[in-house]
């Protein structure tokens, strides 16, 4: 059973693995922040924990929780090449684990409910991307119960500061988290929500899956035991993590919208303004010594989150449906979502790539590229991809179309209604055109022992 509990034994676990790094340095929240936790994410190094954030004395800052294949395996407790696996465990209702109430919880301990005291501001909110229309709470986990069937719920939606209580909060028209507020705006009603910030990395996976029941469920089956929860101060939300950070609770107002954006998204573009839903904040709460968490938006943690971890189970059942031979699948980060990767054993024939890869489109609407290769390719190493698709694609023969195919409406390729071009990429070894020798390949050394 895994000892991860909270945010602070996560970050235990990283120190211990070499995955952390503690700036001591002050940083700013305006870009500073934000440019060095990419640079983290994109050069393979370790989070960033900013013991030193500039204007906020007594916080501190850290990015990057699940933002590499090793960090996400950490997090779930299980090795690199379990986590489609352990993901798929998960997300099977047969495994969920209900949360267990408890009335205590250590950011209920700094609490300000006083409407005239709350100042969301004094927060070290970020100012990300130098596009980026305001400070942006990314990180931030929504908690929800529908108002009539009381189901909860945990997700992700950009909240843009707009006043000492208020934030503009983007609701994407398929969320869980809409059709509550929608319920309650019919009958005239505030929505009560909890944003629960800096959490233990199963809760952060949780919330950016699709689920029918409540996502601390799924944190729960990551865990093997109960997540624990507790009931808001101001608000009539019960799930709301006991072990966070920090804890802002308020009401999505009914009929009141205002524009809030741009923000990088998923796709690596900043996304427009949008007239979006009021969230007025009634109460903030957090622990000592507290770490405000977030993640930089459009960059590996926002795709793993979003488009990784939580379709590649889906992915892997599609396409293990269309072969047998199916070894491992793979989304990988720096393609935002669009291109996914199949792993065959050696293949059956030469129609099984092709077959494959029309099962992996079928699997979700965002992935508009599949490339198929073999056991010998290292499917997370982007060099060995690279190298497999400019030495066994001869683009003439190896490469197939699915003109007019329904797409994401924010893919940068297709139109505004998602319509545009799939493309599967035959990369397999041996296609019967001439003789090939063997991959050259060198074991791996301990430098250390010729370096010192």
Same mark, same amino acid.
């Given at each position: $059973? ?166 503009? $909060? ?16 019919? &009958? ?15 809760? $952060? ?24 929860? /507790?009931?808001?101060? /101001? ?57 405000? &968490? ?21 992915? $892997? ?72 698709? /400019? ?62």
């Amino acid at each position: $059973m895994s000892t991860i509990h909270d945010l602070r034994s996560y970050l235990d676990l990283l120190e211990r693995h070499n995955q952390l790094v503690r700036i001591r340095k002050p940083v700013s929240i305006i870009h500073e922040a934000a440019d060095v936790g990419a640079t983290c994410e994109r050069t393979g190094g370790p989070a960033p924990l900013f013991e030193h954030v500039a204007g906020y004395p007594g916080w501190r800052l850290f990015s990057s929780a699940v933002a590499n294949q090793e960090r996400v395996a950490l997090a779930l407790g299980c090795n690199k090449d379990r986590v489609t696996a352990t993901m798929a465990r998960a997300l099977d209702p047969a495994n969920a684990i209900r949360p267990v109430q408890v009335r205590d919880a250590a950011w209920k301990k700094n609490l300000i409910a006083d409407l005239d005291k709350i100042d969301v501001n004094a927060l070290p909110i970020p100012k990300h991307a130098v596009g980026d229309g305001g400070r942006f709470i990314t990180g931030g986990v929504i908690v929800s119960k529908h108002p009539e069937t009381g189901i909860g719920n945990l997700g992700y939606n950009r909240m843009e500061i707009l006043g000492p209580r208020t934030f503009g $909060m983007n609701i994407n028209q398929w969320r869980d988290v809409q059709r509550a507020h929608a319920a309650a705006e019919a &009958q005239g009603r505030p929505l009560g929500i909890a944003v629960a910030i800096g959490l233990d990395p199963a809760l $952060m996976i949780a919330a950016g899956c699709k689920y029918d029941g409540d996502e601390t469920q799924i944190a729960g089956a990551i865990r093997g035991r109960p997540v624990e929860v /507790t009931r808001g101060v /101001t608000v009539d939300v019960d799930t709301i993590p006991a072990h966070a950070e920090l804890v802002l609770e308020g009401h999505v107002l009914p009929g009141v919208r205002r524009v809030e954006g741009p923000l990088a998204e998923f796709h690596g573009y900043y996304g427009e303004p949008w007239e979006s839903p009021v969230f007025e904040v009634t109460a903030v709460g957090w622990r000592d010594d507290p770490i405000f &968490q977030t993640i930089v938006p459009g960059w590996n943690e926002h795709i793993y989150i979003g488009n990784v971890l939580p379709r590649e189970p889906l992915l $892997m059942r599609f396409a293990s449906h269309a072969s047998k031979n199916v070894q491992a699948v793979h989304i990988p980060p720096y393609t935002n979502g669009f291109l996914v990767v199949v792993q065959l054993g050696k293949k059956a024939n030469t129609g099984e790539p092709r077959n494959v890869a029309l099962a992996a489109f079928a699997a979700h609407p965002n992935f508009r590229v599949c490339v198929v290769v073999e056991g010998d390719v290292n499917i997370y190493d982007p060099s060995d991809l690279l190298w497999a698709l /400019t030495t066994r694609v001869d683009w003439g023969q190896d490469v197939f179309t699915v003109p007019r195919a329904q797409g994401h409406e924010m893919d940068p390729a297709n139109d505004s209604k998602g319509i545009g071009t799939k493309i599967g990429i035959d990369a397999t070894f041996d296609k019967g055109r001439r003789p090939y020798g063997q991959r050259v390949s060198y074991p791996m050394v301990e430098l250390a022992k010729y370096l010192s």
